[in-house]
């Protein structure tokens, strides 16, 4: 009597994902691949094809995908001034490591400023991990107040002005005046492209002076993008290259735009 063949059940994935990790990484799957179908979002993701239907339709509501027949696509913006919320769920685990190690680079007693942006807020986030015993924080961006709030050792200065929709930022001449009267150790800036021979760029004129501004104030200028940043340009030039001291990116970014920005004086730090 042969003995009854048995199969082995397929491996189960170690954990589960978090609902709002796996969309972050659904919304990265779909931008680069172009597409997704339904089907393929299920085996990635070790879950049903019921709870990646669902997954999609709440990332079409944020519009940080576009629903098509069966599955996915990317969504492509009419203008480069993409709102923060969707901004945060691409390259999330790029820019988790870009704010880890910005907020090493940071001391105890140091005045600095956060800029706006969806990096920025992950090294307040990182701050917020840390132990300091006094640390000034200086920003325009009121979701990166709210994330420092409530932490005895951190002041936050927060500069007032005309509220931009898109990136929770405070800008125009309100805010230009309150800075003008600052000084600080170091600025961490985000920024929507970075191109060796253009500069740091952004999509918003009025975000762009007071950027400008925040490297007069500052000792020493930190551009914090992901990889997909560099190369590219926008709308409003911040300042050139040889105004930033030091560019923080992922180990994504093209060779020749890292050679670039070293060639130009330049300090590149990939992680």
């Not at 659904?26 to 691949?33: D, F, L």
């Not at 190690?101 to 001391?107: F, G, N, P, S, T």
């Not at 931009?164 to 600080?184: I, N």
Request: proline share 4%; charged share 25%.
């Amino acid at each position: 009597m042969s003995k009854a063949q048995t199969t082995r059940p397929a491996a189960k994935p170690r954990h589960r994902l978090l609902l709002g990790e796996r969309r972050r990484l659904i919304v990265e799957h779909v931008e680069e691949q172009g597409r997704a179908t339904v089907e393929e979002l299920a085996k990635k993701f070790h879950t049903s094809a019921v709870t990646i239907r669902a997954d999609l339709e709440a990332l079409a509501n944020a519009s940080a995908i576009v629903r098509s027949h069966g599955g996915a696509l990317p969504v492509v913006p009419v203008s480069s001034d993409i709102p923060l919320n969707i901004k945060e769920t691409r390259h999330h685990a790029q820019k988790l490591r870009i704010g880890q190690a910005a907020a090493a680079m940071i001391r105890d007693g140091e005045t600095i400023i956060l800029d706006s942006g969806s990096t920025t807020v992950e090294i307040a986030r990182q701050i917020r991990q840390r132990r300091f015993e006094s640390l000034t924080v200086i920003t325009n961006a009121l979701n990166i107040a709210l994330e420092l709030s409530g932490q005895p050792s951190i002041r936050v200065m927060m500069l007032g002005g005309l509220l931009r929709q898109t990136s929770y930022s405070l800008v125009g001449p309100d805010a230009e005046h309150a800075l003008a009267k600052l000084s600080a150790d170091r600025l961490f800036l985000g920024v929507d492209g970075l191109d060796p021979e253009v500069g740091v760029t952004t999509p918003d004129p009025l975000e762009s002076a007071l950027n400008a501004l925040m490297i007069r104030v500052a000792r020493q200028t930190v551009a914090v993008c992901d990889s997909s940043k560099l190369g590219q340009r926008s709308l409003s030039v911040i300042a050139p290259v040889r105004l930033v001291h030091k560019v923080l990116s992922d180990a994504g970014a093209p060779a020749e735009v890292v050679e670039a920005l070293r060639n130009a004086g330049v300090q590149v730090e990939l992680v």
